[in-house]
């Protein structure tokens, strides 16, 4: 038996089939929305939208239950993922889905009560040229969620968010990835120095990293650099950059040119670009 069918079966027993009114439960789902101390403390969270939900489900996460506004006519989305649950269904009163939806405009069909995946970083498992993003003290979830989707489409290995910051399960954060957030190892780790020890032991193998920081004056442009090999992008928070510890730790610091008026770059748009050039050097390097 799979270990996400026995938690499943673990939670059936305590699960209402209908929740119509606002209870200890409902409280306890309704904090998961705002309270980063209850979602890390209970391990789970609320995944909310079409496509987070599918991306949760088809990448393994481990659904603790789904919620349904109970409509008589589903979308085919919702029958499909209804006739054949991932986890116990509790049919949920519309007012409180809206609620739990965060939404305006009336209920959503379903959300997901879900676990929080592990922090652990031997989830990394790198390739030969792996690409692996760090984003230091990140204040706003919603860069998290843009920069992890950056991250999916480009080809990046894990999202690794350093230091105090923004929480990656943040709803703001799932929504604004849509969905990429589930698609590749996304890690919360106290500080660079538990990062540094991973590069040092992946070096030990034999794997030639180089840790690249972005910073607008970084003094070298970043496409000059050789960004053939294992590289792990160090990006910073979105006011001050990256932190001293990270800013001596990287083996080269570059700079993205930019014009017009604007003094500088959102963290997730130059994170972007970044992993694009790193794409694009890769394209076009010569076989062999």
Same mark, same amino acid.
């Given at each position: 038996?799979? @270990?996400?069918?026995?938690?499943? #079966?673990? #939670? %059936?027993?305590?699960? &209402?089939? %209908?929740?119509?009114?606002?209870?200890?439960?409902? *409280? *306890?789902?309704?904090?998961?929305?705002? /309270? !980063?101390t209850k979602r890390t403390r209970g391990g789970e969270m609320i995944v909310q939208g079409v496509r987070p939900i599918t991306q949760a489900?088809?990448?393994?996460? *481990?659904? @603790?239950?789904?919620?349904?506004?109970? %409509?008589? *006519? $589903?979308? =085919?989305?919702?029958?499909?993922?209804?006739?054949?649950?991932?986890?116990? +269904?509790?049919?949920?009163? $519309?007012?409180?889905?809206?609620?739990?939806?965060?939404?305006?405009?009336?209920?959503?069909?379903?959300?997901?009560?879900?676990?929080? &995946?592990?922090?652990?970083?031997? !989830?990394?498992? &790198?390739?030969?040229?792996?690409?692996?993003?760090?984003?230091? =003290? $990140?204040?706003?979830?919603? /860069?998290?969620?843009?920069?992890? !989707?950056?991250a999916d489409a480009l080809g990046a290995e894990g999202l690794l968010i350093t230091g105090h910051s923004a929480d990656a399960w943040d709803p703001a954060a799932i929504r604004a990835s849509t969905g990429s957030i589930f698609a590749?190892? +996304?890690? =919360?780790?106290?500080? #660079? !120095?538990?990062?540094?020890?991973?590069?040092?032991? @992946? %070096?030990?193998?034999?794997? &030639?990293w180089t840790v690249l920081g972005l910073d607008e004056a970084g003094g070298h442009e970043l496409s000059a650099e050789d960004l053939s090999g294992p590289t792990l992008v160090v990006i910073g928070n979105e006011t001050v950059g990256m932190s001293a510890g990270w800013r001596e730790a990287c083996d080269v610091i570059a700079e993205i040119p930019i014009g017009g008026s604007a003094s500088s770059l959102n963290a997730a748009v130059a994170g972007s670009i970044a992993l694009y050039e790193i794409q694009r050097q890769r394209r076009t390097a010569p076989p062999g």
């Open positions: 038996m799979s @270990r996400r069918r026995s938690a499943g #079966h673990e #939670h %059936r027993s305590s699960l &209402p089939v %209908r929740l119509e009114r606002r209870n200890a439960l409902f *409280q *306890q789902w309704q904090s998961l929305l705002t /309270n !980063r489900i088809a990448q393994g996460v *481990q659904i @603790r239950a789904l919620l349904s506004d109970g %409509r008589a *006519q $589903p979308s =085919r989305w919702a029958r499909d993922l209804l006739e054949s649950p991932a986890a116990p +269904v509790v049919e949920v009163a $519309p007012e409180l889905m809206a609620e739990l939806g965060e939404r305006e405009d009336g209920a959503p069909e379903l959300l997901a009560l879900a676990a929080v &995946p592990s922090d652990a970083l031997d !989830r990394l498992t &790198p390739t030969d040229s792996a690409v692996v993003v760090v984003f230091d =003290r $990140p204040s706003g979830p919603g /860069n998290i969620g843009s920069l992890a !989707r950056s590749l190892p +996304v890690l =919360r780790v106290p500080s #660079h !120095r538990e990062v540094l020890e991973w590069i040092a032991a @992946r %070096r030990a193998l034999g794997e &030639p």
